[in-house]
């Protein structure tokens, strides 16, 4: 039985009471070998602690047990989006991820800066990762295109990765891929994958030749290939489906492009976590959900740092009892996915939840961590009912049926 | 959320790690009044108590719960395949019982041998249960049959059942039953469900027209009854969507045609738990998946013999000893339901399971029974995550989404 978000919209309703969801990014870990102890478990943490304590806490999945999540997939279920149903093409990720300004019909895509010999075939289809330094280099000579009416603007991301989007009338982006994903052959050319997508396809080509001809010199950047053609999806708002005002506090562009792409109003913030705190308490009075993002966690877990992490995350904890002095009615803490230490990476494992509010029905967890979330009253549940739940915790649903 | 085969396919990559699936048919059981206790939890199990607190435990449904699952939606839950979309017809799941090697044009049909009187009319359904014997005798004289081209195999199964298997061009399994399931009316014509059923349909009843013939003086199996007509489906293999080389260890005929139906190689093995075994470690080196299946766990349950059920575990318990030292990268050990000796019979109730794994985040459960896997870190969740989970465990799944 699960719920939609059109049954979400039916019994939402607007009321002042305010949700903070805090995602710790990658927050779940394992234990260390040595300590039997998680990263979360390792840090000190008086305030998560005590929210633990007067809350309710368990385990959630993002996706799926076993599937381990991108950070958009991760997101999307936290926010109540199914990130299976609710898919976003790679060329809008990538141009989401360095907040690109994506208009509606934009059709963006995913570049990679490669390498062919002189018969054209790829050898390296990261063109040796040049440096972001000389992949922006690179981008200068190819953006600014124009053909047949469509503008072309090619944005570095890092290393030899980039992002083209195509501006103009008529752009339809079911396009097949140019790059083969393999070496030892040529680039593929770009296909339409549908009768109207016959013009960009021409033009994608048509780009794809003059990046040839421009790099040619470039050795070893001197071919693109692109691939993940797509465009901004049109998403139901937060706004819609909650009857909510939120707003995004997160320093990471690829977060706040993901707020953006469901109607979260983008607050400008630092990089620190006060300084997302300090931007929390200035804007408090003009919405009634925040979503705060904090990246080190997951930064730190990917560089296999125990103690950055640990650091990390009892920094978030001291900075919470600022959160805790402004009383919103709920409040939610938890990660988009596991990047434990051990595996220097994401991970498929659950993730622990604590959610505090006058309504919750407390638990007897006193603690907030891996174990002992395993036994908390919110059990172990996909991601996509956090949203349901926060709202119901904030008294902003109205019953189901009669 | 529902993970389909498609999605993990998408993310499934081959890796030389391995994962061992084993099955202890109906494992799950209900405690004794007198003992309290359930079949599993009365047997000594070191071994597998030693990876329950080693690993994760939980309980798995494998259809839903309160269902009470055939051995066949057991198994194909297990292997990740949804049991109700996944179906398999009665006929084609007869002959894979008995071992015959249907082939993809083959309609393949159950039989019962049953009673008319004079009129026609069906007296008894099951011929008064004539004995195996008896039962293969009359297929002898039924069997090879050749009608409009087409070759007829009956085979026995058990007491008055035996399989039809109808093979040569153009045969569509698109028919009704002749069996009505009722005594005091006459078998039903076959009927072709869809128009180019036709011709299979005419040979189904030429074929029952011939059988009654032959059968009218063996009373009181002097008729056949006929149902489930149907074709080998084709399922994805398992080698298609998890990468992987999978080998399939077990002495029922049954379970070796289930696993060759979803791609599994069948290794030839003797009929005891340490035969099993030592098929396993001769072939290690050349699969990445093995599901080894335990029958006797199950018949014993049906049969109500406590004392054998505990026998048997404690036997797989100790057999595991050697399944340890082989040191694979996950070890899943579970059921394909439960067979409580109360009962005597498959059951609804959720079934035990413990993963092993150097990344599994292991829970507080010290040991491997219904009460204890309830506090278990996988939760209780359907059968169908669990190769999701194995395979995240052998680290053979990348992330979902960017």
Not at 256 to 273: D, F, S, V, W
Not at 283 to 309: P, Q, V
Not at 335 to 340: E, V
């Amino acid at each position: 039985m699960d719920i939609s978000l059109e049954l979400i919209k039916e019994i939402a309703r607007p009321s002042p009471t305010k949700i903070v969801l805090l995602v710790i990014d990658g927050l779940g870990g394992l234990p260390n070998p040595e300590t039997g102890k998680t990263e979360l478990e390792t840090a000190n943490t008086p305030y998560l602690d005590q929210l633990a304590t007067k809350g309710i806490c368990g385990l959630i999945d993002l996706v799926a047990p076993g599937i381990t999540p991108g950070s958009s997939p991760g997101h999307l279920a936290l926010f109540g989006y199914d990130p299976i149903r609710f898919n976003i093409g790679r060329g809008v990720l990538e141009a989401i991820g360095i907040d690109f300004d994506l208009q509606p019909g934009d059709v963006a895509a995913r570049g990679n800066f490669c390498t062919v010999d002189k018969a054209g075939r790829i050898t390296d289809r990261r063109a040796g990762r040049i440096s972001t330094d000389k992949c922006a280099e690179l981008c200068q000579l190819l953006d600014g295109l124009v053909i047949d009416n469509i503008k072309i603007s090619v944005c570095p991301v890092r290393e030899h990765r980039f992002v083209v989007v195509f501006r103009g009338d008529n752009l339809v982006p079911s396009l097949s891929d140019s790059d083969p994903q393999q070496v030892g052959v040529a680039p593929k050319a770009v296909t339409a994958l549908s009768p109207e997508a016959g013009r960009a396809a021409s033009i994608a080509n048509q780009f794809i030749a003059r990046a040839q001809a421009i790099l040619a010199e470039h050795h070893p950047a001197n071919m693109a290939l692109l691939r993940g053609f797509s465009r901004r999806p049109h998403f139901p708002s937060m706004g819609e489906v909650y009857k909510l005002r939120p707003a995004a506090i997160a320093s990471y562009p690829m977060y706040r492009g993901l707020a953006k792409l469901i109607g979260m109003e983008i607050l400008e913030t630092g990089t620190t976590i006060e300084d997302e705190l300090a931007t929390l308490k200035q804007n408090y009075a003009d919405y009634d959900f925040f979503f705060l993002h904090i990246k080190g966690t997951d930064s730190a877990g990917e560089d296999g740092d125990l103690d950055r992490k640990v650091s990390i995350i009892e920094q978030v904890d001291n900075a919470l009892s600022k959160l805790i002095s402004m009383e919103p009615d709920v409040i939610v803490v938890t990660g988009d996915h596991s990047t434990p230490v051990l595996l220097r990476a994401h991970s498929w494992h659950p993730v622990p939840i604590l959610l505090y509010s006058k309504w919750c029905r407390p638990d007897k967890v006193n603690e907030f961590s891996e174990s002992a979330c395993l036994s908390g009253g919110l059990g172990r549940f996909p991601a996509t009912q956090v949203m349901p739940l926060a709202m119901a915790n904030a008294l902003k649903l109205t019953k189901f049926g009669a």
